[in-house]
């Protein structure tokens, strides 16, 4: 870290204090961290991960977790003291001491933090509901034959369209390429959506390897094929809606019933199995 960077980190710390509580005056002959040593050391200031410090070689941070100094950590309120605690043997009368780290009230507000939420995940482990392989079964199983139903009407609608839809009919998600096609609209309208998964795809990899500005375009990019896809999404729905109602030969209502809640099943299953014009 250079010197310059230390002295910025130093004043925003002694700032930060000012507001809250510090570790302020707290001095150590040497302080050991897994990093290395520091001597002469005062702590100017403390946060909940990091103590800025003064030493003999200038000034820096350290983060809390890299100290390896029990009296250091007592000092700053991170770790309980020993406690000495007399132990009475029943047989012989004589008394023993036993050094323990049992929690006082020296316990800094981070260690109790830690505990409570040690506690709580303990108690979800304990309580969280077990999920049973045969209810998992049945809500498999529930779902792929709702999938296959709907494959299989969207099917009869393509090919009484004038369309065979082959084995995409029965993908999930590349139902709409089929779909698309019996309505006689272009592919084009699933550039968004393609763009988006591409995206998200390559995002694990840009965030790993990649740098903030080209992060930070990777997130308009996200953004503007989210707000495309679902935009366009409606406007290709309702203008299938209308295609492939007129493909199958029906009636105008039928495509309008396709739009409105509850009732866009029924009309579903309308063009599905009904034949003929009307």
């Not at 230390?6 to 302020?24: C, D, E, I, T």
């Not at 890299?66 to 007592?74: E, K, N, S």
Request: hydrophobic residues 55%; positive net charge.
């Amino acid at each position: 870290m250079s010197r310059a960077l230390a002295l910025l980190l130093l004043v925003v710390a002694m700032l930060g204090g000012f507001f809250r509580a510090s570790a302020a005056d707290v001095t150590f002959p040497t302080l050991k961290t897994k990093h290395g040593s520091f001597t002469n050391v005062v702590v100017m200031s403390k946060t909940g991960s990091d103590i800025y410090i003064r030493h003999e070689r200038g000034f820096g941070n350290v983060k809390l977790d890299d100290i390896q100094d029990d009296a250091a950590l007592v000092a700053l309120g991170l770790k309980a003291p020993p406690v000495k605690v007399e132990v009475l043997k029943p047989t012989t009368g004589e008394t023993t001491t036993a050094v323990t780290n049992a929690p006082t009230a020296a316990e800094s507000s981070a260690t109790r933090y830690q505990h409570q939420a040690r506690e709580k995940w303990e108690w979800l482990k304990q309580h969280r509901p077990a999920l049973e392989l045969t209810n998992g079964l049945l809500a498999l199983g529930v779902f792929v034959a709702i999938h296959l139903f709907f494959s299989f009407c969207l099917k009869l609608i393509c090919v009484k369209a004038g369309y065979q839809p082959g084995l995409l009919i029965w993908l999930p998600g590349l139902q709409i390429i089929p779909a698309l096609r019996a309505a006689s609209m272009s592919l084009l309208w699933l550039l968004p959506a393609m763009i988006l998964v591409l995206a998200l795809l390559g995002l694990p990899l840009l965030a790993r390897y990649g740098s903030p500005a080209l992060a930070g375009l990777e997130f308009l990019v996200i953004l503007v094929a989210t707000v495309l896809t679902v935009v366009l999404g409606w406007v290709s729905q309702i203008i299938w809606c209308f295609k492939i109602t007129a493909a199958r030969g029906k009636s105008i209502l039928v495509a309008i019933a396709l739009l409105l809640p509850v009732v866009s099943l029924f009309a579903f299953l309308y063009l599905a199995f009904s034949n003929g014009d009307e």
